[in-house]
Structures are given as C-alpha cells and as structure tokens.
C-alpha cells in the first residue's frame, strides 16, 4: 500500500509541475510581450511628438497660401472624431466579450470596430482631396506640410490597425479565444486607443485652435 501511494504521488507530480510550469511560461511570454508593446507605443508617441512640436513651429508659416480657418471644415472633422472615437467604444465591448469567452461577441465588435474605422480613414481622404482640388497641397506652405504629415500618419496608423483587426478577424475564426489571440487582441486594444489619444490631440490642437486664432 506504501508503495502504491508512492507511486500514485510520483505520477501525479509531473503533472502538476508540467502544468504548473506551462502557466509560468505563459505568464512570463505575454508579461514580455505586453512590456516590448508598451516600449513601442513610447516610441511610437515620441514620433507624434515630434510631428506635434513641427506643426507648431510651422502652423503660422503659410507663404500667402490659406490659412487654417480658411481651409478647415469642423463639422466635418467633428464628425470624423465622433465615429473614432465610437470605435474606441465599440473596441471596448469586444474586450468585456473576450472576458466572457464569448468568441461571436469579440468577432463582432470587431468587425464593428474596423468598419467605423475605415469610415474615419475614408472622411480623411475625402478631406484631403478637397484641400488638394482646392490647390492647398503638400508643396503649397510649411503650414500645409506639416499638417498632411501629421495627420496622415496618424490616419496611416489607424489603416494599420484595420489591417490588424482584419488578421485577428482570421485568426479568432481559426484558433478561437486561446492564450495568444487574447494577447493580441490586448495589444491590439492598448494601440486603437493610443490613436484616439492622439486624434483628440490633432483635433484640438491642429483643428480647434487652429480655427480660433
């Protein structure tokens, strides 16, 4: 009987050490990953930064072209942030539905979430051809410059996310809710609202204050 429990307790062991070892491992990859993330979203923000403090040195610079108020259509631009920052939202949701395990409810918040973005991204090339039909290019003032950079990149970032979502979308219907996807879809939520972050920047301090001086 002795050693019959011997037995009994040396074959459960490895079990428990295996598992125990396997959480260990999970635990410290997404710690590592979630800590390289936030690393770049740091270096990402330096780059707004510098894009910010560019703008500001050159948004009076307009070489006799147009200047804000006269290019600027806020309703429009009030709109754009509205449906960003709805998809903030909406990208909540699909984070309470990966909580719950609920596999439908993320795929389609998701889904949800990607469509208001690239509706976002289509109201910003709507913008710009407008300014550039309306001769207010690139080349036109360094004012004009550093607002298509600034803004662009931002709206590139936001096209990025939609390309990320669009492969979460693949891989949720493939693997499911299993460690990794939860992960990403983690790193993914950290960066979407990062670009709304900066949006509420670009809209108050390109947009708003723009308009008023």
């Given at each position: ?11 459960a062991?490895?079990?428990?050490y295996?598992?125990?070892?396997e ?11 979630m ?31 147009p ?5 600027f ?13 709805v ?17 439908g ?11 208001l ?29 550093a607002?298509?950079t ?24 493939q ?39």
């Amino acid at each position: 009987m002795a050693t019959y429990a011997m037995n009994g307790e040396a074959a459960a062991n490895p079990t428990f050490y295996l598992a125990e070892e396997e959480s260990h491992d999970h635990a410290h990859s997404g710690g590592g990953t979630m800590i390289g993330f936030w690393i770049y979203l740091m270096s990402d923000a330096l780059i707004f930064a510098s894009l910010f403090a560019t703008y500001g040195v050159l948004s009076t610079s307009y070489a006799g072209g147009p200047s804000p108020r006269h290019i600027f259509e806020l309703p429009l631009v009030a709109v754009n942030t509205a449906i960003l920052l709805v998809s903030s939202i909406t990208y909540g949701f699909a984070m309470l539905a990966m909580e719950e395990n609920k596999l439908g409810g993320v795929r389609l918040w998701l889904a949800i979430t990607a469509l208001l973005g690239m509706g976002f991204v289509g109201v910003e090339l709507f913008e710009f051809s407008n300014l550039i039909a309306e001769g207010a290019t690139p080349m036109r003032s360094g004012f004009l410059s550093a607002f298509f950079t600034l803004v662009a990149t931002h709206g590139l970032h936001v096209t990025v996310g939609i390309i990320w979502i669009g492969v979460m979308l693949v891989q949720l219907s493939q693997r499911g809710l299993h460690f990794e996807n939860k992960k990403r879809l983690m790193c993914l939520s950290m960066f979407w609202h990062f670009l709304d972050v900066v949006w509420i920047g670009v809209f108050t301090f390109v947009y708003l204050l723009g308009v008023l001086r």
